[in-house]
């Protein structure tokens, strides 16, 4: 597997959603703890969930919903988890 090496800051900001989509699953997939790692729904219609994926230790599935933000603070947390 192709390795490398980031000297300057990550520009998180220049990748599309999808490609930022992208490099989650794929960090996902480099940890090894993860199996059944796949994209879940269709864009606008997936019910907040990008990343549907099964921890090999445990068997337990998880859903995740990929966000950038430049700063997220508590409250704006606690609103996103409340949703569900």
Known sequence: MFQSTTKGVLHFE???????????????HITGDYQDIRAYGIKGSDDG?????????????FFIQCKRYKNLHLADLKKI???R
């Open 14 to 28: 220049d990748l599309s959603p999808q490609q930022f989509e992208d490099l989650y699953r794929n960090i996902l």
């Open 81 to 83: 988890i409340a949703v």
């Open 49 to 61: 969930v990008d990343i549907f994926c099964t921890e090999k230790a445990t068997g337990l599935n």
